[in-house]
């Protein structure tokens, strides 16, 4: 299929956005430390430079989520297919996803960890797409209320391209058939 990208989100401002979110994150848990987990593939990035941002003593590691639905969208079935390896009882504990779309993923994610009974764990998100939710979800910490497209880059991917682009891009299809139409509005 035909495509094109047009920047979206700068690389200046996902820094501004990285910025005020480490902001946020250092004073709420100032005196405390904190379990960053990334979900693999797309939050890598992401997690390597809120990571540096953060003042407060951190600890990493990451999850590999697998969201079973048609290509555009999660439906419901979510399998852990590679695991956290740190103990997380009785700590502070922050996922850290590059996208919350249908809400799918991270609300199964949130409720299955909360099973290994960690002090809190909340969630931060580089983009919430609000207005495509299929489970209420609340994100604690947003970066970019961003509610169409498909969107590249900056550890997003489509077949798994585009993935080290250093700002955010949104895929643009050219002549689009009915069926592939349903891809643009979903990760
Ligand atoms: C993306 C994203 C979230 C999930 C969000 O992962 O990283 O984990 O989809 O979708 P949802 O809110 O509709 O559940 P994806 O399955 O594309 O894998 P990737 O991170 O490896 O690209």
């Not at 200046?12 to 379990?35: F, M, P, T, W």
């Not at 939050?43 to 999850?63: E, G």
């Not at 585009?162 to 955010?168: D, Q």
Request: hydrophobic content about 40%; aromatic content about 8%; proline content about 3%.
């Amino acid at each position: 299929m035909e495509y094109r990208l047009v920047e979206r989100i700068s690389p200046e401002r996902l820094e501004l956005c990285l910025k005020q979110l480490a902001e946020r994150i250092n004073r709420d848990y100032h005196g405390k430390s904190l379990v960053l987990i990334g979900v693999l593939k797309g939050a890598f990035i992401f997690m390597a430079d809120l990571a540096r941002r953060l003042s407060i003593p951190v600890q990493l590691d990451f999850v590999r989520l697998a969201s079973y639905g048609d290509r555009s969208e999660s439906c419901g079935s979510v399998q852990i297919t590679k695991d956290i390896e740190l103990s997380i009882e009785g700590k502070h504990v922050l996922v850290v996803e590059d996208i919350v779309d249908t809400g799918i993923t991270i609300s199964w994610y949130l409720e299955y960890l909360k099973g290994r009974c960690p002090e809190t764990v909340r969630c931060c998100a580089l983009i919430d797409k609000k207005e495509r939710r299929r489970v209420e979800v609340a994100v604690d910490y947003v970066g970019l209320n961003l509610d169409s497209g498909f969107l590249v880059g900056y550890g997003l991917d489509y077949s798994e391209k585009h993935r080290n682009l250093p700002a955010i891009y949104e895929v643009i299809f050219e002549d689009v058939a009915p069926r592939e139409k349903t891809l643009q509005g979903g990760r």
